[in-house]
C-alpha cells in the first residue's frame, strides 16, 4: 500500500501496521493484540526494528528516518519501560505521527 497519507484511513493503516508486524516478525497476525511486546512476546530482535521501519516507509509511500523511530521510543520510555515492553500500540502510535508528520530527513540516520 503506497498511498499519501491523506488517502490512508486509520482502519486502513491500523491493518497495515498489523500485517507488517506479522511479516516481520513471522507470526500470525492474529496473535497480534495492542499490547503485544514485540520483543518479550513474540521475539523480535533489533534488526525486526529496521525492517519494521523501511516497510513502514513503504506503506506510508514516505520516508521515515530511523534517528525518529529512535526518537519516538526515547520519549516513550523516559524512565519507564524497558525496551523490550515494545508493543504493537507504539507502532501503531509511530506510524500514524509519521503519516501526519510528512517525510524524514533521511532513512539512514
Given at each position: 500500500?503506497?498511498?499519501?497519507?491523506?488517502?490512508?484511513?486509520?482502519?486502513?493503516?491500523a491493518?497495515?501496521?498489523?500485517?507488517i508486524?506479522?511479516?516481520?516478525?513471522?507470526?500470525?497476525?492474529?496473535?497480534?493484540?495492542?499490547?503485544?511486546?514485540?520483543?518479550?512476546?513474540?521475539?523480535?530482535?533489533?534488526?525486526?526494528?529496521?525492517?519494521?521501519?523501511?516497510?513502514?516507509?513503504?506503506?506510508?509511500?514516505?520516508t521515515?528516518?530511523?534517528?525518529?523511530?529512535?526518537?519516538?521510543?526515547?520519549?516513550?520510555?523516559?524512565?519507564?519501560?524497558?525496551?523490550?515492553?515494545?508493543?504493537?500500540?507504539?507502532?501503531?502510535?509511530?506510524?500514524?505521527?509519521?503519516?501526519?508528520?510528512?517525510?524524514?530527513?533521511?532513512?539512514?540516520?
Amino acid at each position: 500500500m503506497s498511498a499519501s497519507s491523506s488517502s490512508v484511513s486509520t482502519a486502513d493503516l491500523a491493518e497495515s501496521v498489523r500485517q507488517i508486524i506479522a511479516t516481520v516478525l513471522l507470526v500470525e497476525p492474529d496473535r497480534l493484540r495492542p499490547d503485544s511486546a514485540l520483543i518479550a512476546e513474540l521475539g523480535a530482535e533489533p534488526i525486526d526494528f529496521l525492517d519494521l521501519v523501511f516497510r513502514l516507509e513503504e506503506a506510508l509511500g514516505k520516508t521515515i528516518s530511523v534517528s525518529h523511530w529512535q526518537q519516538f521510543l526515547d520519549k516513550r520510555f523516559m524512565g519507564r519501560s524497558p525496551s523490550w515492553a515494545i508493543t504493537v500500540d507504539w507502532v501503531q502510535e509511530f506510524t500514524e505521527e509519521q503519516a501526519r508528520n510528512g517525510t524524514g530527513a533521511d532513512a539512514s540516520d
